[in-house]
């Protein structure tokens, strides 16, 4: 659930959805997940001064709350 929510939303900010790729390490109350983009998409996802990736997060964190779990969102270069 956790990794279709971060893939929605980052092929909607980003010009080459295509690209865009989400991995999910997935622990006994953690997930980790890996965004990696295309590399002209990177400021989008990132935004200025990490607003988007922030707000990415704060989505990411609520809806892991929901589901009684701990997400980490990583954005990979």
Do not use: C, F
């Amino acid at each position: 659930m956790l990794k279709e929510l971060v893939e929605y939303i980052a092929k909607a900010l980003v010009d080459h959805p295509e690209q865009v790729v989400v991995n999910e390490i997935e622990g006994e109350k953690t997930s980790i997940l890996e965004l990696s983009v295309a590399e002209d998409d990177l400021g989008k996802v990132i935004g200025k001064g990490g607003r988007t990736a922030r707000a990415i997060r704060t989505i990411l964190s609520a809806a892991a709350t929901k589901a009684n779990k701990r997400a980490v969102l990583e954005i990979l270069e």
